[in-house]
Nanobody
Framework: QVQLVESGGGLVQAGGSLRLSCAASGRTFSNYNMGWFRQAPGKEREFVAAISWSGGGTSYADAVKGRFTISRDDAKNTVSLQMNSLKPEDTAVYYC??????????????????WGQGTQVTVSS
């Protein structure tokens, strides 16, 4: 079992930046691929970014590529999402998730085994 707790959300103006963090506890954090997802009001939860268990591989949704950066610090059991050049359409609840698979970076919600409770990000225009 892995427990995930997100933090760092808030209100920011368009063009601004935020850094989200996800603290993990429980089983060995370094064994998991980690992902970030988001869900806007009235929309389905969608993939944002993922990072491999080794930190050597990353994957991004086209909508955030070049603006967001995912990273991990296994010594601190954390995964982070640096979000720059934020847009109003980035407004959503952001969720951290853990995937037991270490084979490939996956983008489907059903592939992830553990989820955090989410943190709200609001980007004003």
């Amino acid at each position: 079992q892995v427990q995930l707790v997100e933090s760092g959300g808030g209100l920011v103006q368009a063009g601004g930046s935020l850094r989200l963090s996800c603290a993990a506890s429980g089983r060995t954090f370094s064994n998991y691929n980690m992902g970030w997802f988001r869900q806007a009001p009235g929309k389905e939860r969608e993939f944002v970014a993922a990072i491999s268990w080794s930190g050597g591989g990353t994957s991004y949704a086209d909508a955030v590529k070049g603006r967001f950066t995912i990273s991990r610090d296994d010594a601190k059991n954390t995964v982070s999402l640096q979000m720059n050049s934020l847009k109003p359409e980035d407004t959503a609840v952001y969720y951290c998730a853990a995937d037991r698979s270490r084979i490939v970076l996956r983008r489907s919600l059903s592939d992830y085994d553990y989820w955090g409770q989410g943190t709200q990000v609001t980007v004003s225009s």
